[in-house]
T-cell receptor
């Protein structure tokens, strides 16, 4: 157990639908990062939150959004899903504001859009 | 331009032998960190080793060591005494300092699939 909890582990949904992925960071970590891993794009950074505030955006589509709550858990919302959104979505956490020497990843949510 | 380059899509190694996985990086930041992660077929991302740009010594963690050549911008992972359980995808990643502002996200390479042969 890495200490980062992601739910659900698997999700199958239809095109056009909306889903929410959840992440609880490792105890003591204030920063949460979302990544998408697909066969054609590799591991792509989506978005980062630090202590409830958005810190950085990467290759995140407008159909996707995220937030970090006061208890530091984070949710990634994916809407108007397309077949190409099928991927493994990772959440990672790290200690901030120091220069992190470890980013701990959750086990991922495998999203399949049919 | 690619920030992290892993030129070996696939590698094979005999059990109990050592193997080196290549990684080169590109940054103009003086302060950065380099990471290696292992992703077995089950999918999770497992942290292996970290090297900071100012670290004087090459990092080691058990059977893993990082051959850090700053001038060449390379951070190769060396796995000694390979085991069957080392078969997995290996990713090199970088965290940049000041040029990324206050963000601290990792940028990943495309990975190397390592297969350990019995």
């Amino acid at each position: 157990d890495s200490g980062v909890t992601q739910t659900p582990k698997h999700l199958i949904t239809a095109t056009g639908q909306r889903v929410t992925l959840r992440c609880s960071p490792r105890s003591g970590d204030l920063s949460v990062y979302w990544y998408q891993q697909s066969l054609d794009q590799g591991l792509q950074f989506l978005i980062q939150y630090y202590n409830g505030e958005e810190r950085a955006k990467g290759n995140i589509l407008e159909r996707f959004s995220a937030q970090q709550f006061p208890d530091l858990h984070s949710e990634l919302n994916l809407s108007s899903l397309e077949l190409g959104d099928s991927a493994l979505y990772f959440c990672a956490s790290s200690v901030e504001p120091q220069y992190s020497r470890r980013y701990t990843f959750g086990s991922g949510t495998r999203l399949t859009v049919v | 331009a690619q920030k992290i380059t892993q030129t070996q899509p696939g590698m094979f190694v005999q059990e109990k032998e050592a193997v080196t996985l290549d990684c080169t990086y590109d940054t103009s930041d003086p302060s950065y960190g380099l990471f290696w992660y292992k992703q077995p077929s089950s999918g999770e991302m497992i942290f292996l080793i970290y090297q900071g740009s100012y670290d004087q010594q090459n990092a080691t963690e058990g059977r893993y060591s990082l051959n850090f050549q700053k001038a060449r911008k390379s951070a190769n992972l060396v796995i000694s005494a390979s085991q069957l359980g080392d078969s997995a995808m290996y990713f090199c990643a970088m965290r940049e300092g000041r040029s990324s502002g206050s963000a601290r996200q990792l940028t990943f390479g495309s990975g190397t699939q390592l297969t350990v042969l019995p």
